[in-house]
């Protein structure tokens, strides 16, 4: 991991552990989290354009900010009780949409790709 999320893995375990949270912070939980602060990240750009959601008011960007910063902290929070790298997990995703997605055959397009065969 990064050395600024390895630093934030830590915040959030510290605060956790002063808070004798770690108890609720199972896998299940954390991951129920995440998926709660993504729909509320969602709820911000549910009825936008998509021209407005390209250019939020300052009002809906503190809040979109805020939430943002939710899903992050649990996302990282899952990650370390999980032992994921984030960035590495990342790299490698990329990867592999690197040798499914080839860019001369996908270029300006949307369609899915057929799975990696082994």
Same mark, same amino acid.
């Given at each position: 991991?990064?050395?600024?999320?390895?630093?934030?893995?830590?915040?959030?375990?510290?605060?956790?552990?002063?808070?004798?949270?770690?108890?609720?912070?199972?896998?299940?939980?954390?991951?129920? #989290?995440?998926?709660?602060?993504?729909?509320?990240?969602?709820?911000?750009?549910?009825?936008?354009?998509?021209?407005?959601?390209?250019?939020?008011?300052?009002?809906?960007?503190?809040?979109?900010?805020?939430?943002?910063?939710?899903?992050?902290?649990?996302?990282?929070?899952?990650?370390?009780?999980?032992?994921? !790298?984030?960035?590495? #997990?990342?790299?490698?995703?990329? !990867?592999?949409?690197?040798?499914?997605? !080839?860019?001369?055959?996908?270029?300006?397009?949307?369609?899915?790709?057929?799975?990696?065969?082994?």
């Amino acid at each position: 991991m990064t050395t600024e999320l390895e630093r934030l893995a830590v915040r959030l375990r510290e605060f956790a552990r002063a808070r004798d949270w770690e108890q609720f912070h199972t896998p299940k939980n954390l991951a129920m #989290a995440l998926s709660g602060e993504v729909g509320e990240l969602v709820a911000e750009f549910q009825w936008l354009t998509a021209e407005e959601s390209a250019d939020l008011s300052p009002e809906t960007l503190a809040r979109v900010r805020s939430e943002l910063g939710d899903v992050t902290a649990y996302l990282v929070r899952l990650a370390d009780v999980v032992g994921v !790298d984030l960035v590495e #997990a990342a790299n490698a995703k990329l !990867d592999e949409n690197d040798r499914r997605y !080839d860019a001369e055959l996908y270029r300006g397009s949307a369609r899915k790709a057929p799975p990696l065969s082994s």
